[in-house]
């Protein structure tokens, strides 16, 4: 559920009219709705009511600081996966007792700032990574909490780029080398071994791999307990779908309910990860139509908004729904919905059915709250788009639009 809606044949963020706040910031534009923001976080972190839990929602999928601040003012902490994205974290004054650090590739100096931010804990992904964290704890005299990302070998059905539990995937480590990892931990004195973790991928629509990962770290924290190592943590990532589409992702209440009665008996706190579950409905991409155009095979609609703006559709297939910001009532037509790039992967959508629509008009792309402008870059040297909060009847700006001085900023600092 989310607060986009059209009522009297316009589009509403909230109770602010999409129009006025394109009257207001330009397009291409990002618009968030703090209220489903929350609403989905409240729905999330209560469906694991049962049992002790922390929800680290994913900065990667939308790392804007005042989403962060929004999030953090309900409760949430942080999964991040860099140095930059603890930064943020921090600015938006997320507690570092929330915060886990995954990620397969992490710098000497990231580790160093999570360890002085004081985190809960390292998920490593290699033993090279643990040696690493634990030589730079001992330097520093620290203990760096940790736990081992768990490879369960689950197959997520969702799209091969965005799963990540497979044997083939460069994540994690291998579940039957996990005790040996877990003893090599225990050695050094640099590390506490805390927590079992793993990520097995993301837009997941059932329930049962999340549920067949679970035994598997289930066995594997029995096992650790066997041999004295006591893990506290299980952090099962995140990876819960939303609807683009058609598809029919659990509701957060029954992913929570299933999960939390696997979980009954053990003394764990579960840590999840999710993301794209808060922020994807949460957030749209408002765009104008600038040109229309017939060819003998297809109707383009031109729009402001390139895959420099939401790359998924290029990257992924992915489908964003997309309608008007002011419908008018035309009959329906094809179009390719396709931005400015000198690309021919440049579109939002293909033969997509849509009414009749003019240039100057305005369209809406829906679902793009996460993985949207987190992923845009200023390819064909585009500034950045715009990113708006509205909150009931008010909107404002969460990060200005890009200029062209934005563009060259960080090269006219050199001579040439
Ligand atoms: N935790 C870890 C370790 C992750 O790698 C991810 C996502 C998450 C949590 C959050 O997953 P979510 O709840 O959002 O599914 N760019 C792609 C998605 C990449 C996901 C990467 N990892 C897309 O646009 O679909």
Known sequence: MHYFTIKDNRLWAEEVLVEDIVKEYGTPIYIYSARTLKRHYHAFDSAFYAIPHIICFSVKCNSNIHVLKTLKEEGAGADIVSGGELYRALRAEIDPQKIVFSGVGKQEHEIKEGLFADILMFNVESLDELMKINEIALSLNKKARISFRINPDVD??????????????????????????????????????IGIDCHIGSQLTEITPFLDALEKLKILYSELKEIGINIKYLDLGGGLGIQYKEEEPPHPKEFGEALSKSLTGYPLTLILEPGRVIAGNAGVLVTKVIYTKETENKNFLIVDAGMNDLIRPALYGSYHRISEVTPKGRPPKKYDVVGPICESGDFLAKDRELPEIHAGELLCVFSAGAYGFVMSSQYNSRPRAAEVMVSGDSFYLIRERETYRDLTYLEEKINF
């Open 156 to 193: 997520p059905k969702t799209h091969p780029y965005i799963s990540t539990g497979l044997k083939e995937n460069k994540f994690g480590i291998d579940i039957n080398d996990a005790i040996y990892a877990y003893k090599s931990a225990k050695e050094l004195k640099g590390v506490e071994p």
